[in-house]
């Protein structure tokens, strides 16, 4: 059964660069990684999504590694505004299935 | 530039009583649309997806159900709610091309008590 699992909390401090790490060992071939941003009743913002190596956009990073049975965001010099709920996405082509970690709450402190 | 509606922003209701939220989503055409629930202090649940007028897939068996009677539009029913049924439900939209792949939207989002 295809799942993903990431961590459920992490905590980090203003300035550092946090990196959250989610597992996909059922990844098939054609299934694309895609990270959502949520804050507290609001719903999920596209963060980025990557289908190998590394990918980097204005806000993050995401670095999946040759068996891509995992992949790890990676949120350079964060700020308090980066507290919220982290998900990770595989998407499955083949039959047109979402899968959603569970999300972790990354909490920033100053 | 696209815009997704949802209505109403907070609904109350008590257990045994229909329910009906509406999604709109304007500026797209042949949009993905897709239902999610979201339990208090808990992840997001797929409920239903739609690639297309009056073509909807379950995911999760439930007292609940969907219809798109138009392109943009995107109805989530119930005919008898329970008290699981309580959370936060979010209408999101993608575009067809691609397939799952693309980035979804979400809308701003209903929540549900039932008391």
């Known amino acids: 059964l295809a799942k993903t699992t990431q961590p459920i909390s992490m905590d980090s401090y203003e300035g550092q660069e946090v990196n959250i790490t989610c597992s996909h060992n059922?990844?098939?071939?054609?299934?694309?990684i895609t990270w959502y941003q949520q804050f507290p009743s609001q719903g999920p913002r596209f963060i980025i999504q990557?289908?190998?190596?590394?990918v980097t956009n204005e806000v993050a990073s995401l670095f999946i590694p040759a068996d891509r049975k995992s992949s790890t965001l990676s949120l350079p010099r964060v700020s308090l505004s980066d507290t919220a709920v982290y998900y990770c996405?595989?998407?499955?082509?083949?039959?047109?299935?979402?899968?959603w970690g569970a999300g972790t709450k990354l909490i920033i402190k100053p | 530039s696209q815009t997704i509606h949802q209505w109403p922003a907070t609904l109350v209701q008590p257990v045994g009583s229909p329910l009906s939220l509406e999604c709109t989503v304007e500026?797209?055409?042949?949009?993905?649309l897709y239902w999610y629930r979201q339990a208090a202090g808990r992840g997001l649940q797929l409920l239903f997806y739609?690639?297309?007028?009056?073509?909807i897939s379950s995911e999760v068996p439930q007292n609940l159900s969907a219809s798109r009677p138009q392109d943009r539009q995107f109805i989530l029913s119930s005919k008898k709610l329970l008290l699981s049924d309580s959370g936060f439900y979010l209408c999101?939209?993608?575009?067809?091309?691609?397939?799952?792949?693309?980035?979804?939207?979400f809308g701003p989002g209903t929540r549900l008590t039932v008391l």
């Open positions: 990557g289908y190998k190596t590394k």
């Open positions: 739609s690639v297309g007028i009056g073509q």
């Open positions: 059922n990844i098939a071939t054609n299934d694309y």
């Open positions: 999101a939209w993608s575009s067809r091309t691609e397939g799952p792949y693309n980035e979804q939207f």
């Open positions: 500026g797209t055409s042949n949009p993905n």
């Open positions: 996405l595989v998407a499955k082509g083949s039959n047109y299935q979402l899968i």
